[in-house]
Each structure stands twice: as C-alpha cells, then as structure tokens.
C-alpha cells in the first residue's frame, strides 16, 4: 500500500525524478527542506548506502582529518629537510680562507669611477701559530666576544632566529654571535644578510665544528677578525695600536683590543674623546668578565680598568699621505651613515664612486700652495671647499695638511663663520617683508631696544642710516643687528633661513644632512648675523650654492655610487630639489653679495674675470681675539668657500699673520682656487636684483630721499668785461640722476666683527721673514684690508 506525504511534499523516484507517487521501498519525501525515507530506503542508508545519502561530517571529525594530513605533511617536510640538509652538508666544501679573503678590498675612485682614490682593508695580515698567541689575549676576546666558547656547539640557533627576525623587520641589523659563527661569516660568506647566507653559515659553523678543534676555530679567528686601522689578525692589531708584537701584550693592552672588535672604528680612540669614552666603558666590561670566567684576578684588574693604556704615536700608512688619507676617512664615515658596516667596507670589495673630480682637488690644493704664507708651520690651517650648486657635490676640498701630519680635516672641523653668515640675515629679512632699498641704523655704537650690551662697528665708524645693499657691501654690523631685532623673532628666523638654505642645526637633523652634520654655537642670539657659532667650510659653500642656484638647494653629499663585489648597484645618490628661497628673494641676496665683490672688501676678488657674489668674513674669541679669516664667493658653476684659522682653531690671527683680513689671505686664496678650478668653463653670468616689494614688519626703516640736484654757479669769462648779470651760462655740473639707490663709491673699509684699520693693504708693510703679505699674481688686484 502507497504511502503518502503531506501536502509539501514532493515525491521522487529512485533516479532522483519527480513523481506523484512511488514504489514504497523507494519512496521518499522531503519536507520543508529535509529529507525523509521511508521503510526499507532508511534500512538501505544504515547498511552502506549512496555516498550521496551519507550524513556531513561533524567538526570533530573534521579537525581529526586535518590533523592526520598536517603531520603527514610534516612529516614529509621534514625528512626533505633533512635530505637537504644532508646534500647540502655534503656539496658544501670548507674553502681556503686566504683565496677568498684577499679578494675583498673595497676600491674609492673619483667622479668618474675609473680613477682610484685610495681602498680599504690594506691586508696587514701576519698568522701566528695558538702557541705564539699569549693566553691573555685568548681570554680576553673569549671573555669579550663568546663567553661559552669553550662548551658550546658554535651554533646559537637563538641568535639566529633573533637576528633573521630582527633584519626582516628592518631593524638594527644583526650578525653572528659565536665565535665560530664569526669566523666562518668572515672568511666564507658574503656581508648580505639573507636566509640563504644564514643557512650556509649554520652548516659551514657545524662542518668546522666537526672538523675543526676549538684552539684551530679560535687560531683561524685571532688571525682574520678586523680589529680597524686596516689591520686583521692580533699580530697586526698589536702593531697597530701598540706597536708590539702579539706576544708581548699586556693585560690591560689585550682587553683594549678585546674590546675594540666590538666596534672597530667607533671605538678606536684615534678617532676623539667620544670614541675613547665608548672604548673605556668596554674596555671596563672585557675586564670584569675576564674576572667572572676566572681568566683575571680581582687584583690585577683593579690595577688597570680606571684608565686605558698608553697608545704611542703610530706612523701611518704612506697611502694615505696628502690630501688621500682625508678623503678616504670622509667616505668611511659616509658609508657608515648609509648603512653600510665595517666588514662591509673593510671586507666586503666595495666599489665606490664619490662626487669628487681630480680638478678640482688639484685646485683647492695648489691654490692654497701658491698663496699660503709662509713660515708659519703646521699652526697656519687653510681649509677650502668647493661644490657644485644644483647638486650639492662637493668636487674638492684641502684639508689644512697632510693627512700624515695631522688627520683633522679642518673643512670639516670649520671655525666660527664670521660676517659670512650676514647672507642669510639678508634673505630671512626680505622673507619677512624689507626691501634692499630700506634702511637700518648703520651708527656705532649701537644700543639694542630695552637694553643689553652695545654692538660697533669696525673702529667704530659710524655709517648713518644706511639701505640692506650697502649694510652687506661694508659689511655695517650695527645696521644687522637693527634689521635683526626689526624682523619679529629675528634670531630664530635668520637661523631657520639658514638652516633652509643648507646650513645644519646646532643638533643634527633627522635625517641628518651636511660636513659634519651640525653648527656648534648656533643659537638665536641677537647677534646671530655677526658669526659666532662654527660652521664648516662645507657647509657654508653649500650654504652659498644655494644662492647660486637661485634659491634651490641641494643637499651636499660625497658618495655617487656604491656596488658591491658582483657589481650589483648597492646604493645611488638622489639629488635633493628644494626651494629653500623663493627666486625673486634668491636674486636679491645674490645682487647684495655682488657689490661685495665689485665695490667693497671682496674686491681682490675681481682678478677672477667671471661675474660672482661673495662675503668676506672675520671673528672673534672669546677673549676678543681674532680667531678665522673667510672669504666665501660663487659663480654659476661652483661654489667655494676658504677659511683661515690658527693652531686649535680658536687663536688670535691679529699680529700673528701679516694680514687677518677675509680679504687679504682668504681671497686671494679664493680666487686662485678658482681660476684653476674653472678653467676652460664658460663665462656665465649671474642674475641681477629682483627688487622684490614687501611690507615692512616695522616702522622706521623707510628708503632714504633721493638726493638733490645740485647745480654749480657760472663762472664769469676772463675774456670778456661784460657784467656779471650777463655772463653767458655755461652747462651745470649736476649729480648722477637720483635711483632707489644711494650713490656708492668703492671702499677699502671693512666691519667686519674684528676687521682691523680701514685702507688698503697697499705695498706691504716690511715685516720680517718669513712672514709676507698676500702674493698678487698679474692681472689682480692687491688685496684689500678686509
């Protein structure tokens, strides 16, 4: 008998097709969506029916499933783990360290990167046998470097994972942490941080722990590991810095060099107080850990960890005599600051590219040879710098010495800038709204508003109310400082002008910028314009090639290109394009600083031929001394600044030179280095004011009145008797025709900070030899006493 369905229901056949009614033992009825079966149809499902009829897995069973297949994945993956490890083990050879290591010298060329400049990682390398080497410095850099050296696998799979995730994170890149790890980075493997160079580095580190005994890990090691200087290995490393022997260390000479691996070139002392401060405080931690392990008694450590040994005067390497050993420390450091290691430099067979060009370098050095004085020894410093506006690349510098003799690159170090720092008080006072043809206080002395101390000018000579052109012609320190205090907030608005234009902060930017990377002493005083705070010789061309370059500025840089060993581009300069001055604002700071050269005391200048802008500069101690002497100037084509100073930097010129003026020594230097440096360029011109129009912040600084007409009386005919009402009228002599600009004349004068009696160096004074002033080449001017 047919069994019926409700009324929602649909019956099918055994096929699945729709039909009014059906076979009992196939009948089946779905209801609301759910399947029912009748009679033998349920008997049918519970003894192994369709697949299709089976009920869906419940959670459990699928989690049961999915776990099943996970370990046999797991499983699989593993044993191909360890069949690759395995193959892997076996193809990878443990090279001869020698072959591979003495191919990764990193090579410095000049702007054209075919020629050399000087390398790195000269290979002073001398292996000793373990039992040449003293115990002392065995334990040492066990104690420094690997303090479980002696029972550990030479593996640190914490390490390694905490590295690899650290640099995929783009943190602080981290490296190796055993002894054995090191050692085995340092001879076989590339720099790369990758997880295939980490994988290579953990097998090879188990194959040399096979393979190799610990005394043969730790021989290997002493003998290849960088300690800076160029030198690799103890006995090299024991030269180097104590020109001893290995064997003859110290204690306390073993834990310095210990603790130097750590950092080779932060902590080598050679390099000033912050690096011998870094170096004392390892230096203290080997020390104490040598004593925890036991290697060092409480007595013989407290006799040494409260001062570093003695390091004696080590000569250096002929390579970098001149101005080479300069440069290649620069480019160190640089590289440093992209990012790039010690053993990357020291190891990693760099090729470097820099900005800088023979011609230029040739420049700076045979200007300064030429119109140096002499008889003043190693005292005299003369510092040049050149770069290119537009692009920020310096192409030359002089350092002030060989590098052999003193390894302080002066165009770095610099010295208080002087009235070379008035452009940029000139561009932040038409920024904020002054006009060339507006005047300024130009008397002295000058007493600031609401008090505080007077400001002179040289002599004291008093200019009246002199317009921001002739302020920057004579230099009128006393009109700067009424500009500076009219400008709301003019301190800090003249130091972020600067700032802008390529000068670095008193701190160091982020990122930071410039040679070096900071001003010391540039505060937001009143008389910030004046110079008192220290600027490189670097930074302040740059500073000028933002002018230059109409008021764009490039960031200065010495680095063009970098490829590693394979010849794979590491890293590529990118010219920075910033509008630090609006142009209008650009050109009239550029007009101001060309009368400098055509009628004030950058005249001497003008034996260049070229047209050019530019600002003599001296300043002052704090004992009142004369401490440098500028001359900073540009054309179209290259920016460069020359400055003078005196033993530390900071001492008195005055009396000393025959001349202290930014005119004298300065810019005959100038120009010498730069007819050389320009040579066979093109004659450009450079722009003429913009006159920019503002709105003067304050009042009182309004254009002086056209000056009148005047008209000279006829004088009456000594031919004739005719009286003097009737006299014939002869033309008048009149004044030139009246110009938003006073009439200037040329002046000999200077004011600057400290600038000495007013007049012209003339024929130089008799003073005894081997002092003389400034030598005139033909076709220049004798300089000016500014």
Known sequence: MD????????????????????????????????????????????????????????????????????????????????????????????????????????????????????????????????????????????????????????????????????????????GASTITQQYVKILYLTQERTWKRKAKEAILSLKIKNQLSKQQILEGYLNTIYFGRGAYGIQAAAQAYFDVDAKELTLAQAATLAAVLNNPYSLDPRNGEASATALLGRYQYVLGSMQELGKATAADVTEVRDALPTFPKIKTNEQYGGQRGHVLTMVRKELQRLGFSEQDIDGGGLKVTTTFTKKAMNAAREGVAEERPEGFGKNLHVAVASVEPGTGAVRGFFAGQDYLQSQINWAVSGGQAGSTFKPFAVAAGIEAGFELKDTFDGNSPYYPPGGGRPFENQGNQPYGRVNLTKATQDSINTAFIDMTLAIPDGPQKIIDTAVKMGIPPETAANPPYGFPA????????????????????????????????????????????????????????????????????????????????????????????????????????????????????????????????????????????????????????????????????????????????????????????????????????????????????????????????????????TSDPTDGPSGLLGKPTKTPKPRQAPRVRAGRRRPSAA
């Open 3 to 174: 069994r019926e369905c409700p009324a929602r229901v649909r019956r099918w056949d055994v096929g699945g097709n729709r039909t009014g009614t059906g076979d009992r033992r196939t009948l089946s009825c779905v209801v609301e969506g759910k399947r029912k079966t009748s009679g033998a149809s349920t008997r049918r499902k519970s003894s192994g029916g369709k697949k299709g009829d089976r009920e869906p897995r419940t959670w459990k069973q699928r989690l049961k499933r999915v776990t099943l297949w996970g370990l046999v994945t797991a499983v699989v993956m593993g044993l191909l783990g360890v069949l690759g490890f395995y193959i892997a083990y076996r193809s990878i050879d443990i090279p001869k360290p020698n072959d591979e290591f003495l191919t990764e010298t990193t090579r410095v060329y000049y702007d054209n990167g075919k020629s050399e400049i000087g390398q790195f990682a000269i290979q002073e390398r001398d292996s000793i046998d373990y039992d040449e080497m003293p115990q002392v410095i065995k334990d040492a850099v066990v104690a420094a470097e690997n303090r479980t050296f002696w029972t550990d696998s030479g593996l640190d799979p914490k390490g390694i994972l905490r590295a690899a995730f650290s640099n995929a994170q783009g943190n602080a890149q981290q």
């Open 518 to 749: 900071s001003s010391p002493g540039l505060e937001p005083q009143t008389g910030v314009s004046l110079g008192s705070q220290t600027v490189s010789p670097i930074n302040m061309a740059n500073g000028y090639a933002t002018i230059a370059n109409r008021g764009v500025r490039a960031d200065a840089y010495i680095i063009e290109k970098v490829e590693d060993a394979n010849g794979e581009v590491k890293y590529t300069h990118k010219v920075t394009d910033d509008r630090a001055l609006p142009e209008g604002v650009s050109d009239d700071v550029g007009y101001a600083l060309q009368q400098v050269v055509k009628l004030g005391s950058g005249r001497p200048t003008l034996g260049l031929g070229r047209p050019a802008g530019g600002k003599t500069g001296t300043a002052t101690n704090g004992k009142g001394e004369v401490s440098s002497a500028w001359f900073v100037g540009y054309t179209p084509q290259l920016s460069t600044a020359v400055m003078y100073v005196r033993g530390k930097g900071n001492e008195q010129l005055k009396d000393w030179l025959p001349s202290y003026f930014g005119g004298g020594y300065p810019a005959a230097t100038w120009t010498n280095v730069m007819e050389r440096a320009l040579e066979g360029q093109d004659v450009e011109d450079l722009p003429g004011a913009a006159n920019v129009k503002g709105e003067a912040p304050t009042d009182g600084h309004e254009p002086a009145p056209p000056k009148p007409t005047r008209t000279r009386e006829p004088k009456p005919s000594k031919t004739t008797e005719t009286p003097s009402s009737e006299a014939p009228v002869t033309p008048s002599d009149t004044a030139s025709v009246p110009t938003d600009e006073p009439t200037t004349t040329p002046t000999d004068e």
